[in-house]
């Protein structure tokens, strides 16, 4: 508890001591006046300063004012009923300061629970000074240097290791707990764990860009995307306390008066009673605390099982998802491809790879990646000049001195030259050397072991379509799609057309229904961001990908994506099952207040009692592991 | 230009209420509270000195909510 928490119970206990005393020990006349209005004071003084100030601010209808007008207002009434009974205006200021005091002690728990659990920020970095380790602020790490990582030490830096080998637990970024087994020349990115041996790594990034302070940096600001439910909250709480007063006012004054007019007694304290019954209620407290918490807890729930949500609002749309849009390399297949056959050639079989290795070298394209993984040797990138990469088709480059065109059968169309089809199912890489078919390259992927499963899973909870997009031919595209079930594919298209089947998808589908695309963050920028949402996976270290997806996986499963969609859907059915609850009991008791059937008493637990229960409510978005 | 302060207020429909008071600052291009982790992010207008605009964003604040703490 902070040290205004702490001021603070200790007035409620003051004050509630003296409440309770006050009604057991019989005290007379104007002693007794002035005992009671101490307690009101020691509990409700700083209420009545603020609501003065408020005043003087030009700022009336704020909870404080009506806190204040409503106690000072049932005092008046006891005094001028001569009842003596000021219990309810120092109880109702009672339950007001204990509410207002869970709230601050909740919320203060529950961001402390949440930011412990993105606890992954390093302390410190070990730097080796003349043989001994010497502990410094990673921020003070320059780009370059070496820093020495010991088991138990979490990474602090991004860096590639220069020595040692070690198993790493990636839980906290990934929520994977299987180790991982890193060694020399390894990347290794911060805010893993290191749980065995010494590692010694030298630096490619400062601390602020490494990939731990981007996760803390995009979940901190995660809350300040805020969704259509904390706008229309917050519109709705700048609407409802003045639309309470004004008819708290005229509850005060339109029905004594027309009982007047009816020639009967009016019946002033009954009405003005009631009018100050309204205006207990009219705090909208438990709506504007209890949505901004769901949000956050689930947020930070998502974050522990390695799905970041990069603010409340994508949490409102990701659980509309009713179109799951993937990409097929990378998302729904490993993008480990493995050269499986090489036909047509003339040229030997190794020759033919090397032309292609070569050519390929400057391209990051899985395919390419895999086309000199199979070559096996250290490519010389001086063999090779004139690199022309055309999007969609593949490329064109001079090696040795002889122009070698590697790519589709649209490459081999647009340069006109007659190619050989493949019966083989996968990607089909032709190859023309100076101008004339050379033959070509089968590489194929492997689907990931539970994309199947991934795809049953989106289905059961509430995707209506999967659609998968591919640059890949036809025949190895409907494969894919046929064994994991998908329900439509588009193969054959350059990143553009990507965007285009998109766009085509946008149009067609209802509304109301979200489409989010999953990619794994290379090529798919355009996409990712045209889509309702986007989803990059796979994405530990990769800042592009974290910079364009509105929501990242941090590792490549893809059973994560429903796991997504279901996080989502809990936090957003916490965040209206709060707004009606706390509507439905505030409306209930304002018109029970009306009919003069709800007291005060009745009211401060609409405004306390619902806040409280909404915000333990949402606390519960934090609980997603099981989903 | 944007800049982030660490703010300290109670509850959030306060928070809701700077958040509106800052937009209004003169100098202010937009702002934005964030209640959980108690955190203000204030854009700035073109030319504008951040330290002069937010000693007006800290007045505004404590107008609506006299309670409200930023760290400037």
Known sequence: MSKKQKKMLVRILISAVMLIGLNLIPVAGLLRMALYLAAYLIIGYDILKKAGKGILNGRVFDENFLMAVATVGAIALAVYEKSGDYNEAIAVMLFYQIGELFQSYAVGKSRKNISALMDIRPDYANIECDGSLEQVDP?????????????????????????????????????????????????????????????????????????????????????????????????????????????????AVLPPLVSLLLGNPAGWAAWIYRALTFLVISCPCALVISIPLSFFAGIGGASKEGILIKGSNYMETLSQTKIVVFDKTGTLT???????????????????????????????????????????????????????????HGLTATVDGVSVAAGNTKLMEQLGIPYADCHCVGTIIHIAID???AGHIVISDIEK??????????????????????????????????????????????????????????????????????GDGINDAPVLSRADIGIAMGAMGSDAAIEAADVVLMDDDPMKIAKGIKISRKCLSIVYQNIVFALVIKFACLGLGALGIANMWFAIFADVGVMIIAVLNAIRALRVHKL | MKKTYKIEVDCANCANLMEEAARKTAGVASATVNFMTQKMIVEFEEGQEPKAVMQAVLKACKKVEPDCEIEL
């Open chain 1, 139 to 251: 921020d003070e790490v320059a780009v370059g240097s070496i820093i020495v990582v010991q088991p138990g030490e979490k990474v602090p830096i991004d860096g590639i290791i220069t020595e040692g080998t070690a198993s790493l637990n990636t839980g906290a970024l990934t929520g994977e707990s299987l180790p991982r087994e890193v060694t020399v020349g390894d990347e290794i990115i911060s805010g893993c764990i290191n749980m065995s041996g010494v590692l010694k790594i030298q630096t490619t990034k400062e601390f602020g860009e490494s990939t731990v302070s981007k996760i803390l940096e995009l979940v901190e600001d995660s809350g300040s995307r805020k969704s259509k439910s904390e706008d229309f909250i917050s519109k709705f709480a700048r609407v409802y306390t003045p639309a309470v007063c004004i008819s708290a006012l005229l509850l």
């Open chain 1, 334 to 392: 490993q993008g480990v491809f493995e050269v499986n056959g090489i036909h047509h050639n003339e040229l030997e079989d190794a020759k033919l790879l090397e032309y292609a290795a070569l050519a390929e070298c400057a391209s990051s394209h899985p395919i390419s990646k895999s086309l000199q993984r199979a070559y096996g040797k250290e490519i010389d990138r001086n063999r090779v000049t004139d690199i022309e990469e055309i999007s969609g």
């Open chain 1, 435 to 437: 101008g004339t078919y």
């Open chain 1, 449 to 518: 072991p539970n994309a199947k499963e991934a795809i049953a899973a989106l289905k059961k909870a509430g995707v209506k379509q999967t659609v998968m997009l591919t640059g890949d031919a036809k025949q190895v595209a409907e494969k894919v799609a046929a064994d994991l079930g998908v329900d439509a594919v588009h193969s054959e298209l350059l990143p553009a057309d990507k965007v285009s089947e998109v766009e085509k998808l946008l149009a067609d589908k209802p509304l109301k229904a979200k489409l989010a695309f999953v």
